[in-house]
T-cell receptor, first 114, second 114 residues
Framework: NAGVTQTPKFRILKIGQSMTLQCTQDMNHNYMYWYRQDPGMGLKLIYYSVGAGITDKGEVPNGYNVSRSTTEDFPLRLELAAPSQTSVYFC?????????????FGPGTRLTVL | DQQVKQNSPSLSVQEGRISILNCDYTNSMFDYFLWYKKYPAEGPTFLISISSIKDKNEDGRFTVFLNKSAKHLSLHIVPSQPGDSAVYFCAASALYQGAQKLVFGQGTRLTINP
C-alpha cells in the first residue's frame, strides 16, 4: 500500500496562474480532506469529501475548488493564485468505520505564489 | 475562535527524561482526541488517541491523559529519545454537519537533547 500520495512536492506559481494539486489514496477510504498549514499554525481544513460525488467546504475554502469522481482521487484546484495561498498543502483520508477517527496524511505539496 | 490550543510553541527535554506536551480545548462535543507527530518535509503521522469516555490511554512510551472537567489533555513520552524530536499536533474530532472532522492545535516543537 502506498497510502496517500500527493503530487507535485513543490511548485512555484505566479500571481493569477492556476494549478491542480493531485491526491490519491489506495486504502479505499470513504473520507478525504484537504488542509493547508501556514508557518507556526495548525492545519486548517479547506475542503472535504465523504464519498465519490460528495464534497463540502471546510474552514478556509475561498480560492479553491475540489471534485471527487472516484473513491481514490481528490484533486484540489487553485484558480487565480494569490500570495495568500503560499502554504503547505496536505491531503488526508480516513475510514469512518475505523473507530479512532484517525486520518492518514500524504507528504504534502509546498506551494509558493510570487 | 480557536477550539484547540497548544500554548507552548516549543519544548526542550533531555534524553531519557519525561516529555509532557499539553493541549486545551473548548468544545464539549469532541468525541476523540488524537496526537500527531510531524517531521520536516513529511506529512503528520498518527501517534496515539483517546476516546472522550476514557481518561488515559497508553501505548509503549506514549501515554495520553484526558481531563474532561478541565478540558485538557496531555501527552507523556517516557523515556524521551532523540528520534522523538519533531512537531507534535493535538487534534480533536467531532461529527459536524454530517461529517467527521478534525480540529488541530498550532503544534509544539519538541527537541530532545543528548
Amino acid at each position: 500500500n502506498a497510502g496517500v500520495t500527493q503530487t507535485p512536492k513543490f511548485r512555484i506559481l505566479k500571481i493569477g496562474q492556476s494549478m491542480t494539486l493531485q491526491c490519491t489514496q489506495d486504502m479505499n477510504h470513504n473520507y478525504m480532506y484537504w488542509y493547508r498549514q501556514d508557518p507556526g499554525m495548525g492545519l486548517k481544513l479547506i475542503y472535504y469529501s465523504v464519498g465519490a460525488g460528495i464534497t463540502d467546504k471546510g474552514e478556509v475554502p475561498n480560492g479553491y475548488n475540489v471534485s471527487r469522481s472516484t473513491t481514490e482521487d481528490f484533486p484540489l484546484r487553485l484558480e487565480l493564485a494569490a500570495p495568500s495561498q503560499t502554504s503547505v498543502y496536505f491531503c488526508a483520508s480516513m475510514d469512518f468505520a475505523g473507530g479512532q477517527n484517525e486520518q492518514f496524511f500524504g507528504p504534502g505539496t509546498r506551494l509558493t505564489v510570487l | 475562535d480557536q477550539q484547540v490550543k497548544q500554548n507552548s510553541p516549543s519544548l526542550s527535554v533531555q534524553e531519557g527524561r519525561i516529555s509532557i506536551l499539553n493541549c486545551d480545548y473548548t468544545n464539549s462535543m469532541f468525541d476523540y482526541f488524537l496526537w500527531y507527530k510531524k517531521y520536516p518535509a513529511e506529512g503528520p503521522t498518527f501517534l496515539i488517541s483517546i476516546s472522550s469516555i476514557k481518561d488515559k490511554n497508553e501505548d509503549g512510551r506514549f501515554t495520553v491523559f484526558l481531563n474532561k472537567s478541565a478540558k485538557h489533555l496531555s501527552l507523556h513520552i517516557v523515556p524521551s529519545q532523540p528520534g522523538d524530536s519533531a512537531v507534535y499536533f493535538c487534534a480533536a474530532s467531532a461529527l459536524y454537519q454530517g461529517a467527521q472532522k478534525l480540529v488541530f492545535g498550532q503544534g509544539t516543537r519538541l527537541t530532545i537533547n543528548p
